[in-house]
């Protein structure tokens, strides 16, 4: 088995991983936001967060919770879409959006339909900021997906806290800024998902990288409509996912449980139990994007360092820290 998996295994046990894979593989810096971004919670008097221990505490509510549904899931891939989604709304031209402030915790953001689920990873994680209320809710929903990379066999990801509390939702920027999955044609869906990205200041290598994160979790049908995992280690941080969209033979989704399938258009490998979104195909079918696929399987260290360093990215986007970058 993989050093990675073997890592999840040691902390997580093998019990969450999928039966067909174990069956087959024997200081906090404080600045105080623009009134242009909304109003925010000052913590200048308030001391720094414990880092060590937040983050134990997210690991041991990840193991906790995946001890207690039993059912291979776990709240991993749950806490790396909650960061992103949080961080994902940035636009490079205005600088609006971003994860300062959380305002997902409000509305419009909280019932975005890109967000749907997402309540679940924050209510998961209240009682860690009852415990620890020096740190901000928009740092605590960012180090939740981190820890979950990390805790998952993934690589360390650079990380700082500093962001602040938003008062509200007023200065959340407009819906539709995180990726849809279907655009109607690959050629559409493509565009899109460069749209976005590019929009945030990340290229397609980074691009190709930050999907990576599909690796880990599942989709639901009463979230996205979307149903499956994309691989069948979905709380082990790997080049799986890469491998699989190369290597296996993917299909229109027809039939679930027996029964025509009515849910949104996605793709199913051999066995009818890990699924692709469209989005996740164009990854195979534009030349662009399919290189750096193509080096992600044959080089799992590469996969992991390129994530590491656009993930940290991602996080810290539309954040005032006082220096712009402070990472490789």
């Known amino acids: 088995e993989k050093a990675t998996m073997n890592a999840f295994a040691t902390r997580f046990g093998t019990k969450l991983m999928a039966p067909a894979l174990v069956g ?71 600088g609006s959006g971003g994860s300062n402030g959380a305002r997902m915790r409000f509305n419009p953001e909280a019932t975005w339909g890109a967000n749907a689920g997402l309540g679940v990873a924050r209510d998961a994680l209240e009682p860690i900021k009852e415990k620890h209320p020096e740190i901000s809710y928009a740092d605590l929903y960012t180090l939740a997906g981190v820890v979950a990379v990390e805790e998952s066999g993934g690589p360390t990801i650079p990380y700082r806290t500093g962001r602040e509390d938003f008062e509200g939702g007023k200065s959340s920027p407009p819906n539709g800024r995180l990726p849809d999955a279907d655009k109607g044609s690959r050629k559409m869906t493509a565009q899109h998902v460069r749209d976005v990205f590019y929009r945030m200041g990340f290229n397609d290598r980074e691009i190709v990288a930050l999907l990576g ?47 025509p399938w009515k849910g949104p258009d996605q ?48 996080l810290e986007l539309g954040v005032p820290f006082p220096s712009k970058k402070w990472f490789g």
């Open 213 to 259: 994160a599909h690796a880990l979790g599942r989709c639901h049908t009463d979230r996205s409509g979307y149903w499956g995992a994309w691989t069948f280690a979905e709380n082990t941080m790997s080049n799986e996912y890469f491998r699989l969209l190369l290597e296996e033979r993917w299909s229109p989704k027809m039939t679930h449980n027996g029964k």
């Open 267 to 314: 793709f199913e490998d051999s066995t009818g139990k890990l699924m692709m979104l469209p989005s996740d195909m164009i990854l195979v079918t534009d030349p662009q994007f399919k290189k750096y696929v193509q080096m992600y399987v044959k080089d799992e260290d590469l996969f992991f360092k390129d994530f590491a360093k656009a993930f940290a990215k991602l």
């Open 24 to 94: 087959a593989a024997s200081g906090l810096t404080l600045y105080h936001a623009s009134p242009a971004f909304g109003t925010t919670v000052h913590a200048a008097t308030k001391p720094a967060a414990d880092l060590k221990s937040v983050r134990q505490d997210i690991a041991d509510l990840i193991e906790d919770d995946a001890e207690k549904r039993g059912d291979g899931t776990s709240l991993t891939g749950t806490f790396v879409r909650l960061a992103w989604h949080c961080s994902g709304s940035y636009s490079k031209e205005d």
